[in-house]
């Protein structure tokens, strides 16, 4: 939108422009044509016409307006007048010397009048800049004694623009008393031939008693005699500048005292390890002063550090990671002392530096230490760095709060402003705990390590452990506190961990006893402690004195005994000797045994300690695990099925199973993978690696068939069902899956199709034997439109005999054979595909429109028995899906018994009645009924068996057929009795739905 207003703008001022200077070249045409004025006379006031427009900036209206004016000077005052044309050649030479110098002049002009502009505009964004800045210049003439301010050093100094020789005094009595003397002395100094170059700060007190912060420069020029003739310089306004690096510094010295407090060593490290600065708990816990670790590098005091390990730690800084080791430090003595080192890189100027957090852990590896000797009674990891920064007023109210970053369940930011600690919610400490803070914070005295519990977002509970120091102001006044504070939540439930350790210690020895033990030099027991609440224990001291051998209670093997005594003779420590001890009841109750020598501090032996587990439970599970095994090794057995598991490289696990599946000796070991590809059928072998990278490539499940050919030519077929497992990183693991042998499934899947390749035979036979009998009937269909097209195809000749022939009606005629032949070659066709042997062909078709057309080939025997037919379709559609000519077969067979039927029927109607209807499950009903002699009840599913009939030149087969077909279709054919008298023959077949 600028854009567009300035160029408004611009086209608005080159329209005024122009608009003047046609007005002035109107004016002075007028005014010099009556004057009588000349070429010449006339050009020169046109001249200084169109410099004074040039001034108004537009070159291109200059431009206009000089040509305007040559048109000018030809029309009016070049003869002949009033007419564009010019007969004198002086007239010629002086427009031209007119329209080149207009030219000029307007060039020039417009040229200066934009360098004014922009030297205009400099200036502006000067003064700007200046004052953005707060930035000035002054000059000192000391010829003329003339002193020049920007606008900028009068605003920085509070005064108006002054341009006065005294000038000098005044700007003296404005800066601050303390600084007048030193800016004096730099002013004089200054002027000394040799002398230093101006260059002072200083305090400006402004007239409205605001005290500014002055920086200001200046150089001398000199005259051939050494004599100061100027003195130019620039006046900085640093006020905010100052005010900013006192806040710097404050905000330096709090990190320094956060940093000072913490009981974290803090090393500040460059790219080779050098220490660039460091903390005062470094300082304490390495034994040197600050001055002499800075420059020192980390090899000096990390003896576990390496040029290795260095260039791997650079790495993983380099690529913004924190690395976290454990190591040693050496003190300045000689003494080591882990800790535990967290390095977090960060760039500076460019350079990678480094800062290193160690924390002594010594008190951490001494619990390690002691949790290993006690059996890991605790575990636990104290923190002492900080994790917020606070400061509060002399009324104890927080006003400052830096929490760590990524710290959990830190407060929202402000959310505890101006509140004392005891106003934020606490859980502890009591109102006791709460008054002897209080009054230490009253006193004004430093604290530390001042415990408090608050609520948790998840409803428990936060320590945190708070330490302060008073702050005080220049005049002794107490300000406020300064201080930090660490989360120990950890620490106190580590504390709580040990206690309950402790506690656990008291009452359960090594290895989850049941029993614990001790015994003498010579075995004998000296005391023996069971379990509370143990199950048939034995009476308490009954076993004190004696042996483990010598109890009756225990059973073991005499070689199981031997061996015993053997490693307590040699005072050998023992592990899970298992040993069975009957019980009162008559069953056994099984103990593992373990025990340990215990020596004196002159080193001899004097006895055993130990422990003893029941494991009744688990020799229970070991049999139960037994008998499941031999349980899936029998099912494997019966459904000829086994287990498996293998890598890419060789095979994990085979089940008794798979040995014999597969034709392999069980006692030769498991066979490698190549062995088992070598027995896979080759024809097999390439699809299964296939199947199997696909299914690893895609982390899915997956299941192959396959052969094996075994040593003795027997050929197997296999089906393996397989899971793949994967590490974290998605590395296969292992594969583990089930074989089952298919062999004798196969088998019975090739004579089932062998079966129904028969079934499919015998059909096509019925279908044959049908249109045999159908020959009459389909040779009078067929004949019938032979016979119309002839008659056709000779009304046609007569046409064509007229004179002149009348080609209309031969048209319609020769259209009337076309008709005829194309229903004959219909008829022809589906005689055809009744009678061709096929494949069952599954498509959607009309089912209405299939017993149509069969009614068509039986109407030569409906009509020869006198049957009347009456069907009753549905009115739209009926689609279904299946092999048309083996329903078209069905129906044809039942029309052709159901006419057989009623031919020898003397007395009444012959009725066969066809139906269609949906089912009631959504399918297609179809019903034939007819009025012949019916079927015996008994009989209704019988007619529906191999080779059942009741004539005498029939096989019964048609009507098993029937069912076969209508069964493979996913229907249903039955027979029922017709009212009065017949049988109505149904079946249904499920609707067919489009293929999407």
Not at 185 to 203: H, I, M, N, Q
Request: proline share 4%; with cysteine.
């Amino acid at each position: 939108m600028e854009i567009t207003h300035k160029r408004r703008s611009r086209l608005l001022a080159i329209a005024v422009q122009f608009l003047l200077g046609i007005t002035g070249l109107v004016f002075i045409t007028f005014v010099c044509f009556h004057l009588d004025f000349g070429v010449a006379r006339t050009g020169f006031v046109f001249v200084i016409l169109i410099a004074l427009v040039s001034l108004l900036g537009s070159t291109s209206a200059s431009v206009v307006l000089s040509f305007l004016a040559v048109a000018f000077l030809n029309y009016f005052f070049a003869p002949p007048l009033f007419e564009f044309r010019i007969d004198v050649l002086d007239d010629i030479e002086r427009m031209a010397v007119f329209l080149t110098t207009s030219l000029v002049v307007t060039a020039l002009t417009t040229k200066l009048k934009r360098s004014e502009n922009e030297l205009r505009e400099n200036q502006s964004k000067l003064e700007t800049a200046q004052r953005i800045a707060h930035f000035g210049w002054w000059e000192r003439d000391f010829t003329t004694k003339h002193v020049s301010l920007s606008d900028e050093v009068s605003r920085i100094f509070g005064v108006q623009p002054v341009d006065l020789p005294e000038w000098h005094g005044r700007w003296l009595d404005l800066i601050h008393p303390e600084d007048r003397a030193r800016a004096a002395e730099a002013a004089a100094a200054a002027l000394s031939p040799g002398g230093p170059r101006y260059d002072v700060e200083y305090r400006v007190a402004r007239p409205d008693g605001t005290l500014r912060v002055i920086h200001s420069q200046g150089d001398v020029t000199w005259d051939e005699s050494g004599r100061a003739l100027r003195q130019f310089g620039v006046l900085h306004d640093i006020t905010e500048l100052k005010q900013t690096e006192r806040e710097l510094r404050a905000s330096e010295a709090r990190f320094r005292t956060l940093v000072d407090h913490a009981s974290d060593a803090f090393f500040l490290y460059n790219e080779d390890a050098t220490v660039l600065d460091v903390n005062r708990q470094a300082c304490e816990s390495l034994g040197y002063r600050r001055d002499e670790l800075i420059g020192r590098t980390a090899f000096d005091y990390g003896p576990d550090l390496t040029p290795e390990l260095l260039l791997r730690i650079r790495e993983r800084l380099r690529a913004g990671k924190t690395v976290t080791y454990d190591g040693r430090h050496r003190r300045k003595d000689g003494t080591e002392f882990p800790v535990e080192v967290r390095i977090r890189p960060f760039w500076h100027e460019g350079q990678l530096l480094a800062v290193s957090l160690d924390r002594d852990i010594t008190a951490r590896k001494r619990a390690e230490d002691e949790l290993r000797a006690s059996e890991e009674r605790f575990r636990t990891l104290v923190q002492f760095s900080f994790d917020v920064y606070w400061e509060s007023d002399a009324q104890h109210r927080f006003t400052r709060q830096e929490f760590a970053e990524g710290l959990a369940d830190a407060p929202a930011p402000g959310s505890e402003i101006g509140k004392t600690r005891w106003d934020v919610p606490y859980l502890r400490p009591d109102e006791e705990g709460w008054r002897k803070h209080r009054e230490t914070l009253d006193a004004h005295l430093p604290f530390r390590d001042f415990e408090l519990a608050r609520p948790a977002p998840d409803g428990g509970k936060r320590y945190v452990s708070v330490s302060g120091l008073p702050v005080f102001d220049g005049a002794g006044r107490f300000i406020g506190y300064r201080g930090v504070g660490r989360h120990i939540t950890e620490r106190k439930r580590a504390e709580d961990e040990l206690r309950a350790s402790e506690e656990r210690f008291r009452t359960v020895v090594h290895f989850s006893f049941e029993v614990y033990w001790e015994t003498d030099t010579q075995h004998r027991f000296t005391r023996v402690e069971y379990a509370p609440g143990l199950v048939e224990a034995p009476v308490s001291d009954s076993e004190i004195g004696k042996r483990p051998w010598e109890l009756s209670n225990f059973e073991a093997d005499a070689e199981a005994w031997r061996k015993h005594r053997e490693a307590v003779d040699a005072h050998q420590p023992f592990r899970d000797f298992e040993i069975a001890q009957r019980t009162p009841d008559g069953s056994k109750r099984y103990m593992s045994i373990s025990g340990l020598p215990v020596f004196d501090e002159s080193g001899c032996f004097v006895g055993y300690r130990g422990a003893g587990r029941d494991i009744t439970e688990r020799k229970k599970a070991e049999e139960a695990l037994r008998r499941s095994e031999a349980y899936l090794a029998g099912a494997q057995e019966l459904s000829h099925s086994a287990a498996f598991a293998h890598n890419l490289k060789e095979n994990l696990y085979w089940s008794e199973g798979l040995y014999r599946i597969w034709g392999f000796d069980p006692s030769r070991g498991m066979p490698n993978r190549e062995a088992c590809f070598q027995r896979m059928h080759p024809d097999d072998r390439d699809r299964v690696r296939q199947v199997a990278e696909e299914a690893v490539r895609q982390k899915q499940d997956y299941t192959v068939e396959y052969r094996i050919v075994l040593p003795d030519g027997t050929l197997k077929h296999l089906r393996a069902i397989c899971h793949p497992s994967y590490s974290l990183a998605g590395e296969l693991v292992e594969v583990v899956g089930t074989a089952l042998d298919i062999t004798e499934r196969k088998r019975a899947q090739e004579e089932h199709e062998r079966l129904r390749q028969l079934e499919a035979d015998l059909a096509h036979l019925n279908r044959l034997n049908v249109m045999g009998e159908l020959t009459a009937s389909l040779a009078h269909e067929i004949l019938h439109p032979i016979a119309t097209a002839r008659n056709n195809a000779r009304s046609g000749m007569r046409f064509l005999e007229m004179s002149p022939p009348n080609l209309a009606e031969v048209m319609e005629a020769l259209g009337c054979v076309v008709r005829d032949t194309d229903r004959a070659k219909e008829i022809v066709g589906r005689v055809r595909d009744h009678i061709k042997k096929a494949p069952p062909r599954m498509e959607l078709f009309d089912l209405n429109g299939a017993i149509d057309e069969v009614l068509v080939m039986v109407r030569n025997a409906i009509d020869g028995n006198e049957v009347s037919v009456r069907t009753c379709l549905i009115k739209h559609p009926a689609p279904v899906r299946g092999d048309r000519v083996q329903l078209q077969q069905v129906v044809l067979n039942l029309i052709l018994n159901a006419v057989e039927a009623m031919s020898s029927v003397e007395e009444g109607a012959r009725e066969l009645s066809i139906s269609t209807e949906l089912s009631q499950t959504n399918g297609i009903l179809v019903a034939i009924c007819d009025s012949g002699p019916g079927i015996d009840p008994e009989h209704l599913d019988g007619v529906f068996a191999p080779f059942y009939t009741t004539k005498t030149s029939g096989m019964g087969m048609g009507l098993s057929i029937c069912r076969s077909i209508i069964d493979a279709h996913g229907g249903r054919l039955w027979a029922e009795a017709n009212r009065p008298r017949g049988a109505i023959l149904q079946f249904t077949l499920p609707a067919g739905v489009e293929d999407s």
